[in-house]
């Protein structure tokens, strides 16, 4: 039972994580459900495993990114049976501002656009630069981008740095 | 950028909304997962091979010429080892452990399996034309004992044939463009890494 409680309370305190990345790697909203349901099936299947000699984060940021790969890989699903009632995946576009809805006004349409253009941009660029920035958007030192992503920490930061004149030269434009 | 994620960051962590019921529903799998789709495809063309490759085996006796003979066993061959090839690197791919790598080795075993996948896909996509050239004569022969090799050429339906070889032509053709720019995508993936 503890480690079904575990998980459960692990994966709570990171939904947003699951969220942010199912947005970047997903191409519409059904493949964003189809992504998150397979995030936390493999994080599930791989709980086990976690020994805990990284972070939680670090080891879910991995599953997590190396599940959406792996998504990108296979053939598109067709009619697909969906169990679990994704409700909550709407409710969290709509406040970050994927799609509108009128009780949620009140956060600035503006904002929303930005949001809106911000994901737009980071979906424009390849696998690699992706994870890259999503995991600097997010906060993450390089030395834990470098543990996550397997490149060294001097290639992190090259490869950031031109990551961020591609994102600029693409919104400049 | 990082200032409008922070913000949206904050406004995501504070909408919680999975319920402990929605999560363990997620770990059920219960819908039907894409790749086992695919799988399951390959696995029924591999079985429709496999019967037919039987079939072929056990009617070889009415194989009476050396050239019939060569086509039947071309037939088997082909028919026996490209499904297998075929479900041993699909099940490659969806046997990778997703938790044991970080995002470059996953990154670099999904792009070398895929490769390896489009390979096969191609080689099969070769091969088809010829597989249909050897297997009619010895159809010919297994279903009506009439080797068309030696019987009348006007009997022969070649307006079938025809029609049939330029679609598989074409067919052939088209797919072999789709398969070069996927792999053109995987090669960049890889090439990319290696910077």
Not at chain 1, 3 to 14: G, L
Not at chain 2, 120 to 143: D, H
Request: charged content about 20%; aromatic content about 12%.
């Amino acid at each position: 039972m503890q480690p079904k409680q575990d998980f459960i309370q692990t994966i709570k305190e990171n939904e947003g994580i699951i969220y942010k990345i199912t947005r970047v790697y997903a191409k519409d909203r059904e493949d964003q459900r189809d992504l998150y349901q397979e995030i936390v099936y493999q994080l599930w299947k791989s709980f086990d495993t976690f020994k805990g000699q990284s972070k939680i984060s670090t080891w879910m940021y991995r599953v997590a990114l190396n599940t959406s790969i792996a998504h990108l890989n296979r053939e598109k699903r067709k009619g697909q049976m969906v169990s679990a009632d994704f409700e909550f995946l709407d409710h969290l576009n709509a406040a970050t501002g994927k799609i509108q809805e009128p009780e949620l006004e009140a956060v600035g349409a503006d904002w929303q656009a930005q949001i809106d253009l911000l994901y737009a941009h980071i979906q424009q660029l390849n696998l690699i630069e992706k994870g890259l920035i999503l995991l600097f958007l997010e906060g993450k030192p390089y030395d834990e981008i470098a543990a996550i992503t397997g490149f060294s920490v001097s290639n992190v930061g090259t490869r950031l740095s031109r990551i961020k004149l591609k994102l600029k030269k693409n919104i400049q434009n | 950028m990082k200032i409008l994620w922070e913000e949206m960051s904050v406004k995501v962590s504070k909408q919680q909304q999975l319920t402990d019921q929605l999560i363990m529903e997620m770990t059920q799998q219960k819908y039907s997962n894409k790749f086992s789709k695919l799988f399951m495809y390959e696995a029924s063309g591999a079985v429709v091979c496999y019967i037919m490759a039987i079939f072929m085996l056990v009617n070889m006796g009415k194989l009476d010429t050396w050239y019939l003979l060569t086509c039947g066993i071309l037939c088997v061959a082909f028919l026996a080892i490209l499904p297998f090839l075929t479900l041993r690197s699909l099940n490659r791919m969806k046997g990778l452990q997703i938790a044991n790598y970080n995002y470059k080795e996953t990154l670099v075993r999904f792009a070398k399996s895929k490769k390896k996948v489009l390979l096969l896909q191609r080689l099969v996509l070769y091969i088809s034309p010829l597989f249909f050239l050897i297997v009619i004569p010895v159809m010919g022969k297994m279903f009506n004992n009439k080797d068309l090799f030696q019987s009348d050429a006007s009997a022969f339906p070649w307006v079938f044939v025809g029609v049939f070889f330029v679609f598989i032509i074409l067919f052939s053709r088209w797919g072999y463009g789709c398969y070069q720019s996927m792999t053109n995508s995987a090669e960049n993936v890889l090439k990319e890494l290696d910077e």
